[in-house]
Each structure stands twice: as C-alpha cells, then as structure tokens.
C-alpha cells in the first residue's frame, strides 16, 4: 500500500525537543519531506532529506532517516509555542512521477 | 521572492455548478501540482503540470481537470460539483534550482459546495 504513517498528536512544553515519527513505504523514495500547516494556512516546507543520507540539520531542525526500517523522525530543539501547527511527513513516490505521498499529519500543542 | 500564489481564496458554488481556480508558481519554476485537502481524507494529489502538458494525474474523476499556460501558470477546474468536493485546494510549484523535484506550496483556495 501507499500509507505514510504519522501519530496524531504530540504535547510538548516549551523549551523541551519534539520528536516526530513517520513510516513511509516506497523503498525507492528519493526524497523524503516534513511541512508544516498552521491553522488556516497551506503548506511550509521545513526541510528534506535525499535517501542516501542518514541525517540532516538545519538549525533548530533534525531529521533521522532510516531506511531499513523505513522510518523518519523530525526533531525541534527548544520547542517554541510559534512551533504549534500540524506537521506532515511526505515521500516522493517512485512509480508515479511528481505525487507526495502524505501522512496524515500530527499536531503538535506547544504549552507554556 | 514571491512564492506560489492561488485564487481566489475563498469560493463558495452550489452542487452541478463548475469552479475555477488558479495558481502562479514560483518565479522560474516550470512544474505546477494540485492536491486536495478535504477533512477525513488528507492530502490527496490530483494533478501535475510541467512545459505545459499534463504529466501524471491522481485518483480523481474526470471532471476534476486543467491546465496550464505558456507562463506556467495552471487552472484547476472542477466540473458537476458535488457536496464531498469541499475542500482545501492546494498548488505547488517546483523547478530548476530545487532539490529535483521539492514542491513548494501556496496558501490555498478553500472551495466550499453547498
């Protein structure tokens, strides 16, 4: 099948580190994604990941990809209450050229 | 650099009326895709436009279709609306300069069918 899947909700405190877990299932992805959606919003980039890398940073973003398992996380340092949206993971489908197969997205609340 | 841009908005049509919507890609980006968002349902991808041809479409009826200019902008139509089509219709754009094929997206048409 085509699910990426995503938890559907993550509670945080300020200042602590998110950690956001995806499964995709195309083993011939390329790129892999993570957006972000504030309410009302459409979609923001984060940032992504070429499948032969194991880990990206970008600032206060950390991606960890591994592919065996199939398995990318996204981690937020010092979560900030700015960083209270839904985050979706998405992967690049090999057989069908220019679709994100998305996950269902997880909501992160942010509290003070 | 402006980003991708779509309108309108908002639009509000009654069942068996046809909607339009449009977006503008990113400055140089040739590459034009449609998803929907409809609630319970995700993100779901419905079209990809690249030189002006389509490329590769969703699972979506026939009377979800487009189109795309020689500036790269794109039309979304949808014909025989039907209540389910209500959604969140998102655009996004990619091309030279981005990693392949990273889609960069706009704010949204949200199409309500009454």
């Known amino acids: 099948g085509e699910d990426v899947e995503q938890s559907l909700f993550l509670s945080v405190r300020e200042g602590d580190s998110s950690v956001i877990n995806c499964t995709y299932t195309d083993s011939s992805s390329t790129y892999l994604y993570w957006y972000k959606q504030e309410p009302g919003a459409g979609l923001q980039l984060l940032t992504y990941?070429?499948?032969?890398?194991d880990m990206k940073q970008d600032q206060r973003l950390t991606v960890l990809l591994n592919k065996k398992d199939k398995h990318l996380s996204l981690r937020i340092a010092d979560t900030q209450t700015g960083d209270s949206a839904i985050y979706f993971c998405a992967e690049s489908i090999s057989d069908s050229w220019g679709k994100l197969q998305f996950g269902a997205g997880t909501q992160v609340v942010v509290t003070p | 650099e402006a980003g991708v841009t779509q309108s309108p908005t908002h639009l509000i049509k009654t069942r068996g009326q046809q909607a339009t919507l449009r977006c503008s890609p990113i400055s140089g980006h040739t590459s034009v895709y449609w998803y929907q968002q409809a609630l319970g349902l995700g993100l779901q991808f419905l079209l990809w436009?690249?030189?002006?041809?389509?490329?590769n479409r969703g699972n979506f009826p026939p009377r979800f279709s487009g189109r795309q200019f020689p500036n790269y902008s794109s039309e979304l139509n949808v014909n025989a609306l039907e209540l389910e089509d209500s959604a969140l219709y998102l655009c996004?754009?990619?091309?030279?300069?981005?990693?392949?094929?990273?889609?960069?997206f706009g704010p949204g048409t949200r199409l309500l069918v009454l």
């Open positions: 436009y690249d030189e002006g041809e389509e490329r």
């Open positions: 996004a754009s990619s091309g030279p300069g981005t990693a392949q094929e990273t889609q960069y």
């Open positions: 990941i070429f499948s032969n890398m």
